[in-house]
């Protein structure tokens, strides 16, 4: 079935770590996205990446880093300076249309970071 | 002013209401609109695009006004299943890339 798989489910990062979240899919989309969910709020974008070996910071990039290597893959690290880590995570993906503004976008199935 | 404004709800209708949100965006070169809906700790799902002309599926039903910058949809014989919360998005193209902004999700509760 083709899909966005993001792993881990759950992860729990330490004061002064890297932490690196994985996103797949097979969906054959060019463009990918990294958002953050917090209680109360809406998503936020984190970065998103239109083509391979190109990404763009969306509005909350500080303390993030991101490659697209290969067209299936998006991962995202966590850093050490982002100091409010604890959030839901999301992938996306969608295809490259024209207007691009017309291509929803759909999601995998988050992950849920923690500070310890 | 927030991009994207919804009432938070939470709505609590018996089963086979009728409901009806609202939403408002504030770019008015926003060009594509959509509802999603989110269960409780699940990922968004796309419920429906949202046409200038008005669409709709099944019982659910979505409306645009451009010139109020208003977006509606209203779910017809609620179910249920339909218990989730129904997130507002608005898509600004730029040019190369495709931005969505969510609003905050209205709460749907359906009871028997």
Redo the contacts between chains.
């Keep these: 079935d083709g899909g966005i798989t993001q792993s881990p489910k759950y992860l729990f990062r330490k004061e002064g770590q890297n932490v690196t979240l994985s996103c797949e899919q097979n969906l054959n989309h060019d463009?990918m996205?990294w958002y953050r969910q917090d209680p109360?709020?809406?998503?936020?974008?984190i970065y998103?990446s239109?083509i391979v070996n190109d990404f763009?910071k969306?509005d909350i990039a500080e303390g993030y880093s991101v490659s697209r290597e290969k067209k299936e893959s998006f991962p995202l690290t966590v850093t050490s300076a982002q100091k409010n880590p604890t959030a839901?995570y999301?992938c996306a993906s969608?295809h490259?249309g024209r207007?691009?503004?017309?291509?929803?976008?759909?999601?995998?199935?988050?992950t849920r970071l923690s500070i310890l | 002013r927030k991009e994207?404004e919804q009432d938070?709800g939470p709505f609590n209708v018996p089963e086979g209401a009728t409901v009806a949100f609202n939403c408002t965006y504030s770019n008015s070169a926003s060009?594509?609109f959509?509802w999603y809906r989110q269960d409780c700790?699940?990922?968004?799902?796309?419920l429906m695009?949202v046409y200038s002309s008005g669409n709709e599926d099944g019982r659910f039903t979505a409306q645009l006004n451009r010139a109020s910058q208003y977006i509606s949809l209203l779910i017809r014989d609620s179910k249920l299943s339909d218990s989730a919360t129904y997130?507002c998005v608005v898509?600004?193209?730029?040019?190369?890339?495709?931005?969505?902004?969510?609003?905050?999700?209205t709460r749907l509760q359906v009871t028997l």
């Design positions: 463009a996205y109360g709020q809406g998503l936020r974008l998103y239109q763009q969306g839901f999301l969608s490259r207007p691009a503004s017309n291509q929803p976008q759909h999601f995998g199935d988050g | 994207v938070p060009q594509s959509f700790r699940k990922e968004p799902k796309l695009s997130l898509n600004a193209d730029t040019g190369t890339a495709s931005k969505l902004t969510f609003g905050t999700g």
